[in-house]
Each structure stands twice: as C-alpha cells, then as structure tokens.
C-alpha cells in the first residue's frame, strides 16, 4: 500500500465495535500519526457531539481531539449555520448546531428542519417538521440509514426511519443529506486539511456507505473486515474498494 497524508476512519466496525477497540488499532493510529499523517474519523451517528466521540475514543486508548471527528452533526450544522433549524433529533445534533453558530428553534420560524436519529420521536414531532417543511422550510436529513446495529446483533431503527417518516408525511425528499454516502463530510474534511484527493484513504466495513462514499469523492479507500462484512462479502463489493485488509491493525505497517 502506498503512503498518504490523510486517512479518514469510520468508527463502528473499523476502531472499535460497540464498546470495544478494535485489536491493533491504536498502535496502528499512533503509526500512521508518528509518520506525519492527518487522522480523521467520519461518522454518520448524529447522536452526539464531536467531543463526545473524542472522549469515548480516548476512554478507549485512541488520541482524538474533537476537531478530528467528523459526525452527521457536525456536517449538519455547519450547514445550517448561521441560519436557523427545526430540530428532529437528539441533544448532540442540537448542541453541534448551536456551537456551530445556528439558531435552534422549537417556536417561530426557521430556515431548516434537520432531521436525524431521534428515539424520542412522536407524532407530534413529525407533525410540526412536515407541516413547516410544507410551508417552505429547508428539509436536511443527518445520515439516511435505515437501521443500526445494537449488542447483540439486534438492528435498530436509524435516522433514516426517521427522515422517512417526515418525508412521507411532508411529501418530499430531503434536499441534502449529510452523512456517507453522500460526500459532503469527507469533502469538509478534504477542504478543511488542504490535503489532495490522491492523498487520501477512507478506511471502512461497509461496501455501500464507507466505499461508495470514497468512489463519489473520488479517493482511494480500504475495506476492512472487523465490522459488518465478511470475507466473502469483501470479494464481491461494490463498489469495489482499492484495498481489503483484515483490520486497520495491519495499516502503515512495517
Ligand atoms: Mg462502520
């Protein structure tokens, strides 16, 4: 594998698993760092804040600062800002939103409704987004996964079955969603480091957010096999990614 200057990570499935780092991964982090590399983690969950995945990565034995963590959230709300938003969503979306200078309404009007995972989700809650979005509020969704994985294997509904219910009810598509695969996030992490497409990598488990992500921007990526696919998988992904390794553990190795 040829060297670059700025890996992006997924989190789940690629550093750690739920609550566990990933074997390696530390070492190979601190490698990829000591060799003068730019790190930066890409995450779609908008549930908390950048300095709430820095803690957790840290809490795991990782260095992370939260200027290095990329979430939906964050992406949402430098979106957003400095207008104003309709939150449909978790306290960690309102918080990157107000830190990133917008305006977070409950009352009055708003120039967006932000939708993302919400498990306080009501009818009330959907009501009021689709009934402003019907009036010619902005709809921005976080991430558009339909379920996430919890212990156990157990799937969970994601934020997009909560962007598809304000959708149905509003009768429209959001206008732009954040999260992978789209590539607004890893385009904000390219245009933040000054560092070139073709010297970047996007390490992560899955083919159809992570890899498809990468091939819209147009960098290399790696697949790796510590999180939801398998080897076999692997060999039949698309779109295909440049490498597949076992875990981030075998990266900038020497
Ligand atoms: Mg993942």
């Known amino acids: 594998m040829k060297p670059y200057r700025l890996y992006i990570f997924d989190l789940d499935g690629v550093i750690y698993r739920g609550g566990e780092p990933i074997s390696g991964a530390s070492s190979a982090l601190e490698r990829i760092r000591s060799g003068g590399a730019a790190v930066r983690f890409l995450t779609n969950n908008s549930a908390q804040t950048r300095a709430a995945f820095a803690d957790k990565l840290r809490g795991l034995g990782f260095a992370a600062e939260p200027e290095e963590v990329f979430s939906s959230a964050y992406g949402a709300a430098r979106?957003?800002?400095?207008?104003?938003?309709?939150?449909?969503?978790?306290?960690?979306?309102?918080?990157?939103?107000?830190?990133?200078?917008?305006?977070?309404?409950?009352?009055?009007?708003?120039?967006w409704v932000a939708v993302g995972i919400c498990r306080g989700l009501t009818y009330d809650l959907i009501d009021e987004a689709q009934w402003r979005i019907r009036r010619g509020a902005r709809f921005l969704a976080t991430n558009i996964d339909s379920t996430y994985p919890d212990e156990g294997g157990r799937l969970r509904p994601g934020a997009g079955s909560v962007v598809a219910a304000v959708a149905e009810a509003a009768g429209r598509r959001p206008e732009i969603t954040i999260g992978k695969p789209e590539p607004a996030l890893a385009l904000m992490i390219l245009e933040d480091s000054g560092i070139s497409?073709?010297?970047?990598?996007?390490?992560?488990?899955?083919?159809?957010?992570?890899?498809?992500?990468?091939?819209?921007?147009?960098?290399?990526?790696?697949?790796?096999?510590?999180?939801?696919?398998?080897?076999?998988?692997?060999?039949?992904?698309?779109?295909?990614?440049?490498?597949?390794?076992?875990?981030?553990?075998?990266?900038?190795?020497?």
């Open 197 to 254: 497409l073709n010297e970047t990598l996007l390490v992560g488990d899955r083919p159809d957010t992570d890899i498809e992500c990468a091939r819209r921007v147009g960098c290399d990526s790696a697949l790796v096999l510590t999180g939801v696919t398998s080897r076999a998988d692997a060999a039949r992904a698309v779109p295909k990614p440049t490498y597949v390794l076992d875990s981030v553990a075998g990266l900038a190795a020497e």
């Open 79 to 111: 979106h957003v800002a400095p207008g104003s938003a309709f939150v449909v969503g978790e306290p960690g979306l309102k918080a990157e939103l107000e830190g990133a200078g917008a305006r977070v309404v409950e009352e009055g009007g708003a120039d």
